[in-house]
């Protein structure tokens, strides 16, 4: 089969495909074929040796890919051979075949395509635990996501707003105002302003959790907020 290897960290431009010798599914595992592999921020750490879980090399990065599944481990009776999957694959996912835990893997409803499914895989699986299972986050609170115009932002824009909580989207360009607010935002906040985080966009309502999406300057300044319960 073809898949992307990686011998040495580095950038993305150094990725090359090369043939490689087709998994097998061991004891409770699937074989999935591979129709579409998303490329998020995560999967260039680990090709470049900077996220905080890297596996052995030689490895096929790759998480979340979607397919079919083509075969079947012992003793596993779902998903089924045919079923159109969402794969939660580590890695792996850059190849034409992955082999993975059949509890991993989620059969897709009809309307949805292989596309769709890839590209929702690990930004709203992100999302939800950092609203859900780390912030807590409950209706009525305030959530301030920063970066809301990135996948991980604008879903979690829409799953907060979703959960009942009102939602404040940093941006840092004025010109995705709109398309925040239109993810479900309630108010728009501009991190370029010096007064960015006065008690205009907030309504005079206690901040309850802050999502930060990627390291920046207005960190400290938003865990100073009354009512910060903490950052994710």
């Known amino acids: 089969m073809r898949a992307i290897v990686v011998d040495e960290f580095g950038p993305p431009e150094r990725l090359r495909i090369r ?3 087709a998994p097998r599914p061991g004891p409770s595992e699937v074989l999935v074929e591979v129709y579409m592999a998303p490329v998020n921020y995560v999967d260039l750490l680990v090709v470049g040796g900077t996220y905080q879980s890297l596996p052995a090399r030689p490895f096929i990065p790759g998480k979340g890919p979607a397919g079919v599944v083509s075969a079947l481990g012992p003793d596993v009776t779902a998903p089924r051979i045919g079923d ?3 794969a939660m694959a580590e890695e792996g996912g850059y190849a034409e075949f992955v082999a993975l835990g059949a509890d991993q893997c989620y059969c897709l409803p ?8 890839a590209s929702l895989s690990l930004v709203y699986d992100t999302a939800w635990v950092a609203l859900r299972e780390r912030a807590r986050l409950a209706p009525g609170e305030t959530v301030l996501v920063l970066g809301a115009f990135g996948g991980i932002g604008r879903a979690s824009v829409q799953l907060a707003r979703a959960m009942g909580a009102r939602v404040l989207a940093g941006i840092s ?4 105002a709109a398309l925040a607010r239109q993810a479900g935002a309630d ?11 006065g008690p205009q966009p907030t309504g005079g309502a206690l901040m309850s ?8 300057c207005s960190t400290p300044r938003c865990v100073r907020l009354p009512g910060a319960a903490g950052w994710w």
């Open 19 to 21: 043939e490689m010798p």
């Open 209 to 216: 959790s802050l999502i930060r999406l990627a390291a920046t």
């Open 110 to 117: 009809p309307r949805m395509s292989f596309l769709e499914a």
């Open 187 to 197: 108010a728009v906040i501009d991190l370029r302003c010096a007064n960015r985080f």
């Open 173 to 176: 360009r004025p010109e995705k």
């Open 84 to 86: 159109r999957v969402l």
